[in-house]
């Protein structure tokens, strides 16, 4: 295996722990006025935004929020991004229902841009965000599968890793192409989702507020 491609592997072996760890905490709706570490988040500096309620949690170096989901459990779901401070970036409702149904659902990203190196540690970090929320919404519990748009040229081609684009989706085939410099958006291209940001950091900002949507936190 090349450089570039063992560097690629180690990037999606990360993304595929970030969808599977924890990462969402469950339990039981009776304990709803604490969290799963003991906590009363309503009373410790709790804030609404659009009706949804957040606490900052100083442990995790992020913001938390109580949800429910289908089954009834109750959901302690942590994100990087404050939500007060993500109105400018723009998701579409479409980019997020089109998951729910989905057979199989893939995360990929170019690693032949310009500027791959500055930013695989955002598109990795933004692609995990993403993944570890996915099974819990998707009514048929599917694990994404990280991908890259395209072999590396003059490189040895890894078929452990799949190529899928944006030409890959379909009705049943969720692409989640992930992407710096096209706006901070999450939003429909035929029956793909764009996911951007204009930098690497803008772009885990948008990944974290999709996965607001995801859950239903409009926030």
Known sequence: ??????????????????????????????????????NDPIDDGSFEVNGFYFYEDLSLGGYVTLTVDELGNALSVPFRADPRNVSHITIEDTAVSQIVNAQK????????????EETKNDVQIAMGEVSRLISRVNVNQVVPTAAITADIPNETYDDTIPLKDCTHATDTVAVLYFTVGEGDTAKMQGNCTIISGNTGEDLILTADKYGMYLIGVKV
């Not at 990037?11 to 969808?19: C, H, R, T, Y």
């Not at 893939?106 to 032949?112: G, H, I, K, S």
């Open 105 to 116: 659902v893939y995360l990929t990203f170019d690693p032949n841009i310009e500027n791959f």
């Open 1 to 38: 295996m090349s450089m570039r491609y063992d560097r690629l592997f180690g990037l999606f072996i990360v993304v595929v722990m970030l969808g599977s760890l924890a990462g969402v905490a469950v339990y039981n709706m009776d304990d709803t006025t604490q969290d799963p570490n003991g």
